[in-house]
């Protein structure tokens, strides 16, 4: 945006000093010159130095691009524009629709298909249970109930408070072509019957699948090599749970507030379940 701060942040391994430019792309005019400016931070990962590039005083909408003249080293063009950041809605659900488990509309793969053996639970370890679906939660190919009703919640309040940001672009499976649903609830969707699947009866409550035996280094997860005891690329440990006292059960007797979470947090959970298709009656202020 116009006028919001704009910092670059350069990585090096040997000291840099002087100025940096900002250039704009189509007339090949330097537009901006600023001091590089060494972070009071230490170093990150394989770099030993890193430099602040503020041009924030820098207003005019156009594309541009940094250089440093004396590396030389030239960044990707980027945009200042008051519609700088129109179209990241759907970039952000995009990345949602990539970290899908299950199936990857992107390269049109299936993965995980036998997501889960229980442990922890009422019922016999290793009893089977449909835990199919949801999202990797990061760089690593575990699922938690936590950050995915997180990320669920927030993309139906999103299309609560501003459904005019949101297309529809892809289907409920994230393929290309409309579906008169827009794209924000059909990605919430998955997550809901994600959530869902983890609650599979009255009184039982799944919340993770997988653990630390998938950490064994880069994979795609259509051919996922780690192995929960029943072999590679196959079924994975779902983690039941089990109620016992916690965080909140620990400080209940000094908040006796908080012997009411566990009821106030059932009717969200029923409004968001609403909200699975387009006619959601919520109405949040915003």
């Not at 299309?159 to 924000?184: C, M, R, T």
Request: glycine fraction near 8%; hydrophobic fraction near 30%.
């Amino acid at each position: 945006m116009p006028d919001d701060a704009k910092v670059a942040v350069a990585f090096s391994n040997r000291a840099v000093r002087g100025k940096f430019n900002v250039v704009d792309v189509s007339s090949g005019k330097t537009v901006f010159t600023g001091k590089i400016t060494p972070s009071p931070a230490p170093g990150y990962n394989n770099f030993t130095f890193y430099y602040h590039l503020e041009f924030t005083a820098l207003q005019t909408s156009g594309n541009y691009q940094i250089e440093i003249p004396k590396i030389p080293a030239v960044t990707t063009p980027f945009t200042i524009s008051k519609n700088a950041y129109g179209n990241y809605a759907e970039d952000l659900l995009g990345f949602m629709r990539q970290q899908r488990c299950g199936y990857n509309p992107y390269f049109n793969h299936t993965c995980h298909e036998k997501d889960g053996r229980t442990m922890d639970g009422p019922m016999p370890d290793s009893t089977y249970i449909d835990a199919r679906g949801g999202w990797h939660d990061a760089g690593d190919q575990l699922k938690y109930l936590i950050t995915s009703s997180n990320a669920t919640a927030r993309m139906i309040m999103a299309y609560q408070l501003f459904p005019e940001k949101f297309a529809d672009e892809v289907n409920a499976l994230g393929q290309p072509g409309k579906n008169q649903i827009p794209d924000v609830l059909d990605e919430a969707r998955w997550g809901l019957d994600w959530i869902h699947n983890l609650h599979p009866v009255p009184g039982q409550l799944f919340h993770q699948v997988a653990d630390d035996r998938d950490h064994i280094g880069w994979k795609l997860p259509t051919s996922d090599p780690s192995n929960y005891g029943w072999g590679k690329n196959s079924y994975r440990v779902a983690y039941y749970a089990t109620g016992s006292p916690q965080g909140a059960g620990a400080i209940k007797a000094k908040q006796p507030e908080l012997q009411t979470w566990r009821g106030d947090r059932q009717q969200p959970l029923r409004l968001a379940t609403r909200c699975g298709n387009t006619n959601c009656t919520m109405k949040p202020t915003r």
